[in-house]
Nanobody
Framework: QVQLVESGGGLVQAGGSLRLSCALF????????MGWLRQAPGKEREFVAA????????TYADSVKGRFTISRDNANNTMYLQMNSLKPEDTAVYYC?????????????????WGQGSQVTVSS
């Protein structure tokens, strides 16, 4: 059973930046494609970004494209989400997610494991 642990959430003013981290345990890190999902209050969980096993290929939701950057450090079993130019509508619980295999996940339903989530709050 894979274990995913997020860190780095918090409160930030609109226009500010935060970086989320995700560590993966109990499965070889490089055998997983990874991603970030988020769920805002009263809304369904949505896809944010994903990265393939090597880190060479990424994809983003239109709502975050150009502001968020997903990356991974395979040597340290860690994935990151750098969030810049944050907006109040980015307020949500952010979940780290994983899927075995080398291909790039592009849908919420592509992922098979999730972390507990990290709260990000952006004030106006």
């Amino acid at each position: 059973q894979v274990q995913l642990v997020e860190s780095g959430g918090g409160l930030v003013q609109a226009g500010g930046s935060l970086r989320l981290s995700c560590a993966l345990f109990k499965r070889p890190f490089t055998r997983n494609a990874m991603g970030w999902l988020r769920q805002a209050p009263g809304k369904e969980r949505e896809f944010v970004a994903a990265i393939n096993w090597s880190g060479a290929v990424t994809t983003y939701a239109d709502s975050v494209k150009g502001r968020f950057t997903i990356s991974r450090d395979n040597a340290n079993n860690t994935m990151y989400l750098q969030m810049n130019s944050l907006k109040p509508e980015d307020t949500a619980v952010y979940y780290c997610a994983a899927r075995p295999g080398s291909s790039l996940p592009t849908l919420l339903t592509d992922f098979t494991s999730w972390g507990q989530g990290s709260q990000v709050t952006v004030s106006s």
